[in-house]
């Protein structure tokens, strides 16, 4: 009798699957009476909740895809909940972009966390993500790092994922162009800012080894506080390592330099451009831009500190030998502070890792007297102050 009421059950199943989908059926019914349709069978019953039956019915879940069906049809039901008309067509974009790269059975959505889900469903609906973006981010991604993406740990009211809140400057920003016009993040740029957040496993010591989720809530708090240059700084963030611990050492500076009761938003600018025709001639005019700038007194180790220009370099020690840190990192960063120096920048401070700090101490000691150096060969009246400091000194 047990083996009759199943047998039951499950045919009353099938012809609400059937009768849901008859216009989007495109596979041989062969197809339909064997795999797909036991699939669907499992995902949807006769007692599953109204709304999740009637979102699946909306959804090509039998299409020209074998590989595309078999995902669809075991798409978890708080994914499926609460999808637009726009969100069923970019999870199947989604489903099309994966297509090859993993197993049938792996949609990347069991390694989500039951937030992490519906902030995908939300990423789906959102005018401004396509699924076709989302699987790109998938595609070569370990299960932490896409989890990390879409867990709501970027908490400014309400909480939500790295991934949304990167996507939410392309909506809003603090800048304006050259013209006078608002000057959001453009999609390309906040694809390459994600693409950077990748690498947050790969750091270990200094700003950002405690992942993606944390620079990106500095970056909204500091946006919060309208410091002028938030959105310049995420467009400005190359692809890679390289990209993701620059930005996450500006926003650690920038961050600490606002738990000072001496500086508020106003006070801050990030990637500030210092114009060629400050920079003499016979200095060098290329990267001499400043990673902060201040605009006001800040307690930097103990000592109080006027409007400081201050240049982040997230250093690993690891990385580097003696001779490199003199003769190629240092080199890079005395021509830039000799540059600043001569745009009228009195207060220079050179902000690294306490790790890169203490294994350098010697080469990081002649660093004042270095770009004073540059200055007097080049016949620059200037005399600028060069601190070198860790991230957890700004601010102590």
Same mark, same amino acid.
Not at 170 to 179: A, G, I, N, Q, Y
Not at 213 to 220: E, F, L, N, T
Not at 320 to 325: H, L, Q, S
């Given at each position: 009798m047990q083996d009759l009421a199943d047998r039951a059950r499950a045919t009353r199943a099938v012809r609400y699957y059937r009768s849901a989908r008859t216009r989007f059926v495109s596979a041989p019914a062969s197809r339909l009476g064997s795999k797909v349709t036991r699939r669907v069978v499992d995902r949807v019953d006769v007692d599953a909740p109204g709304t999740v039956r009637e979102t699946m019915a909306g959804i090509e879940t039998v299409g020209r895809s074998w590989s595309l069906s078999r995902r669809l049809g075991t798409t978890p039901s708080d994914v499926l909940r609460g999808l637009s008309d726009r969100g069923r067509s970019q999870l199947r974009a989604y489903y099309r972009g994966i297509r090859g790269t993993r197993s049938d059975s792996d949609t990347g959505l069991d390694a989500l966390t039951v937030g992490g889900r519906a902030e995908f469903r939300e990423a789906l609906n959102d005018e401004t993500i396509t699924g076709r973006v989302l699987a790109q981010f998938r595609r070569g991604n370990s299960d932490r790092t896409w989890r990390e993406l879409f867990d709501r740990d970027v908490c400014n009211s309400p909480c939500e994922s790295t991934i949304r809140s990167v996507y939410q400057y392309? %909506?809003?920003?603090?800048?304006?162009?050259? =013209?006078g016009d608002y000057d959001p993040l453009d999609n390309d740029k906040a694809n390459k800012l =994600?693409? /950077?957040y990748k690498k947050a496993d790969q750091v270990s010591v200094g700003p950002g080894s405690d992942g993606s /989720? %944390?620079? @990106? @809530?500095?970056?909204?708090d500091l946006a919060s506080e309208s410091v002028d240059g938030v959105t310049r700084s995420m467009r400005r963030v190359s692809t890679g390592l390289k990209g993701y611990k620059q930005v996450a050492g500006e926003v650690r500076i920038a961050d600490n330099a606002l738990g000072q009761d001496t500086v508020s938003g106003s006070d801050l600018k990030l990637s500030v451009d210092v114009p060629n025709s400050k920079v003499p001639d016979d200095l060098s005019k290329s990267g001499s831009e400043i990673d902060v700038n201040l605009k006001s007194e800040i307690t930097i180790k103990g000592e109080t500190v006027d409007s400081p220009a201050l240049e982040s370099k997230n250093w690993n020690p690891d990385s580097?030998?003696?001779?490199?840190?003199e003769n190629v990192l240092l080199r890079d960063v005395r021509k830039k502070f000799a540059a600043q120096a001569a745009s009228g920048q009195d207060e220079l401070v050179l902000v690294t890792t306490s790790e890169f700090k203490n294994a350098f101490s010697n080469q990081l000691d002649g660093l004042s007297e270095r770009v004073q150096q540059e200055l007097d060969t080049s016949g620059i009246d200037s005399d600028p102050t060069v601190r070198v400091v860790s991230y957890d000194e700004i601010g102590d």
């Open positions: 392309t %909506k809003d920003s603090d800048e304006v162009d050259e =013209l =994600l693409n /950077a /989720a %944390k620079v @990106q @809530q500095r970056i909204d580097y030998n003696e001779d490199f840190v």
